[in-house]
C-alpha cells in the first residue's frame, strides 16, 4: 500500500486533504483513481488509512477509515557526522533515516571543506527524510538539527557515547556498547579527512569512547552507515517485533 505525507493540519475526524505536490504525483504519474487505499502518516506519529474519495492535480481528498500510532522502535540513537562533500550527506540523511537513526546532528569539523549553513540545505534534507520515511514505513520522522561545533554537542543526555576514529587500534565498535543496554547513543563521526587530534581529545574530555571499525580504510559515509546498522543490531533495533 502506498504511503505519503500530510500535515496534521489538513485532517479532519473522516476526510484529509492531501497536499499541492503530492496531489500531482499521485494524478499525474501514479495515475490513481478513487477508491484506492493509501496509508498517510502525519510526522507526529499516526499513520491513517484510508481510500480516495475524489482526485485532481490540485488537491487529492481522502476518506480516513482508521488510525494507529505505532510505538517507535528501540534504543534512540544519534548521529552526529561531520560535514561531507558534494552531495554525500543527502545520501546518509536518507539512508540514516531507514536504518531507524531518530537524531542526525551534522557537525562542522576541523577538516570539513563544507562549512558553513548553506541556504536551504538542511530544508532539501527534510524533503529527503521525509521521501525515505515513505518508502521504508516509518511513523515518525528523523530529526535534523542545524549544523554545529562539536562543543555545542548536548552530551549529557546520552548514556552511551562513541566516537569513530582512524587511529584507534584495540577497541573495537561492539567492544564499547554497553551489554545491558542503553538509554540513548550517540556515533561520532568525521568528515573524509577525519578529526583533527585536539577534536579527539575534546570528544574524550566529553565521555565519547574512540573505537574503530577494523583494518580497511572505509570511506566516510560507509562508515557511518555501517556503525549505525551494527549499532542497531546490537541495541535490538532491527528486530522484527
Same mark, same amino acid.
Given at each position: ?15 484529509? &486533504? ?37 482526485? @485532481? ?35 546518509? &540523511?536518507?539512508?540514516? @533515516?531507514?536504518?531507524? &537513526? ?14 558553513? /549553513? ?82 579527539? /581529545? ?40
Amino acid at each position: 500500500m502506498r504511503r505519503f505525507f500530510i500535515d496534521p493540519g489538513s485532517i479532519s475526524a473522516r476526510r484529509a &486533504v492531501i497536499s499541492a505536490a503530492e496531489s500531482r504525483h499521485i494524478a499525474t504519474v501514479l495515475r490513481l483513481q478513487p477508491g484506492a487505499c493509501i496509508e498517510l502518516f502525519d510526522g507526529t506519529g499516526t499513520v491513517y488509512q484510508g481510500c480516495l474519495h475524489s482526485v @485532481t492535480r490540485q488537491a487529492v481528498t481522502v476518506d480516513i477509515l482508521s488510525r494507529r500510532q505505532p510505538a517507535e522502535e528501540g534504543i534512540p540513537l544519534t548521529l552526529a557526522q561531520g560535514l561531507l562533500k558534494g552531495r554525500k550527506m543527502d545520501f546518509l &540523511v536518507q539512508k540514516a @533515516t531507514e536504518l531507524g &537513526v531518530r537524531t542526525f546532528q551534522p557537525l562542522q569539523t576541523r577538516y570539513c571543506e563544507n562549512k558553513g /549553513e548553506r541556504r536551504g540545505r538542511r530544508e532539501r534534507w527534510q524533503r529527503i527524510m521525509l521521501e525515505a520515511c515513505k518508502q521504508c514505513k516509518r511513523p515518525l520522522p528523523m530529526e535534523i538539527n542545524p549544523a554545529a561545533g562539536l562543543h555545542h554537542l548536548d552530551t549529557a543526555r546520552f548514556s552511551c557515547k562513541i566516537m569513530l576514529w582512524e587511529d584507534e587500534k584495540s577497541v573495537p565498535l561492539p567492544g564499547a556498547l554497553p551489554s545491558a543496554g542503553s538509554d540513548s547513543i550517540c556515533l561520532l563521526l568525521g568528515p573524509e579527512g577525519g578529526f583533527h587530534q585536539e577534536e579527539v /581529545e575534546q570528544a574524550r574530555a566529553l565521555g565519547f569512547q574512540t573505537v574503530s571499525l577494523g583494518r580497511r580504510t572505509l570511506r566516510a559515509e560507509t562508515a557511518a552507515l555501517a556503525a549505525v546498522a551494527i549499532v542497531q543490531f546490537l541495541a535490538g533495533n532491527l528486530d522484527p517485533a
